[in-house]
């Protein structure tokens, strides 16, 4: 007699779990990448107000401009730490962003950075 020959695939079962993954998986990254464009926004934003230089003050105002043009809606100018360190001011940021997943589950992202060296927000 002859062998039939064994098919392989994915079974209808394994299938629906694999697409059930990946659409988990592609609603975390519509809910995170949106905050994670933000927190680059917010770099950026403390890159240019360092770098206009000035006072604290003038520091402040430069990031609230930037993040009103960069719809930058999670921090402002007040929120931001200016301290002098080696002899210039650095600039640094950190905040918490929960993101509502399905009923009690939730994701809390922490951001934080600074125009130092280092890029970490100095410990407060």
């Keep these: 007699m002859r062998e039939r020959g064994r098919q392989g695939?994915?079974?209808?079962?394994?299938?629906i779990v694999v697409l059930a993954l990946?659409?988990?998986i592609g609603v975390l990254a519509m809910k995170i990448l949106p905050t994670y464009t933000e927190y680059r926004a917010?770099?950026?934003a403390i890159a240019k107000a360092r770098a206009a230089g000035g006072t604290p003050q003038e520091m402040?105002?430069?990031?609230?401009?930037?993040?009103?043009?960069?719809?930058?809606?999670?921090?402002?100018?007040?929120?931001?730490?200016?301290?002098?360190?080696?002899?210039?001011?650095?600039v640094s940021f950190a905040y918490?962003?929960?993101?509502?997943?399905?009923?009690?589950?939730?994701?809390?992202?922490?951001?934080?950075?600074?125009?130092?060296?280092?890029g970490q927000a100095t410990a407060e």
Excluded: C, M, Q, W
């Design 60 to 90: 402040r105002a430069a990031f609230d401009r930037s993040a009103e043009v960069n719809y930058i809606s999670s921090i402002s100018g007040r929120d931001l730490t200016i301290e002098r360190v080696n002899g210039e001011l650095e």
């Design 22 to 24: 990946i659409g988990v």
């Design 9 to 15: 695939g994915i079974s209808l079962t394994g299938l």
């Design 96 to 118: 918490d962003k929960k993101i509502h997943l399905a009923g009690p589950a939730s994701v809390l992202l922490e951001y934080s950075g600074s125009t130092a060296k280092g």
């Design 42 to 44: 917010v770099n950026d």
